[in-house]
């Protein structure tokens, strides 16, 4: 199978976990070896950037900070940055020709600065696969790959990605996977 890296994993109506219910993950790396990715539709409502940058003793800057996402079920107490390429990290992973991932702190240093990423995604946690989990997952109609999207990723309301993501390419999530009609 092809690298999924970069791509939206869109859950559909028939996701049988729970936590990725209506959910986008942007994956940032799949190979071999396995995929991992981020939730980028589910913020997490008491935690702020603010919080973050206070506890780490970052100056909290004057304009609007995005919300903090739920990246995944992995590793919550670790942060992740995905953010457009304008903005270069001393340690980063090239996601795509427009995307980057780092969890570097500096990120946060540089956005209370005014320096960061024009574009970010601040995640705690990720949601990971082990070799071959992916793929067994994408054989039973759990995830729609299509894929990323710049304008949907960083500048559309969490409460339409979902859908806007399927629908750029002409699906309606809603009833995806629906089967009407007789044998």
């Known amino acids: 199978m092809e690298s999924l890296q970069g791509y939206f994993l869109i859950s559909t109506p028939q996701m049988p976990d729970p936590r990725f219910q209506e959910r986008v993950v942007y994956l940032c790396a799949h190979t071999e070896e396995g995929a991992m990715g981020l939730v980028v539709n589910q913020p997490i409502p008491d935690v702020q950037i603010a919080d973050i940058m206070r506890s780490a003793e970052i100056p909290v800057p004057q304009s609007d900070l995005p919300p903090v996402y739920l990246g995944g079920p992995v590793g919550q107490n670790t942060a992740f940055v995905l953010y457009s390429s304008d903005y270069e990290a001393k340690n980063q992973l090239e996601v795509s020709k427009t995307v980057r991932l780092s969890s570097d ?59 806007k993501a399927a629908e750029k390419y002409g699906i ?4 995806f996977g629906d089967v009407i009609g007789t044998a």
Request: zero cysteines; a negative charge.
């Open 172 to 175: 309606d999530i809603t009833v």
């Open 105 to 163: 702190v500096e990120i946060l240093e540089d956005i209370a600065r005014g320096t960061g990423p024009v574009h970010y995604v601040f995640a705690l946690g990720y949601a990971g696969w082990a070799p071959g989990q992916l793929e067994s997952e994408l054989t039973v109609n759990g995830w729609l790959t299509l894929p990323g999207d710049d304008d949907i990723l960083f500048r559309t309301a969490n409460d339409h990605k979902w859908k």
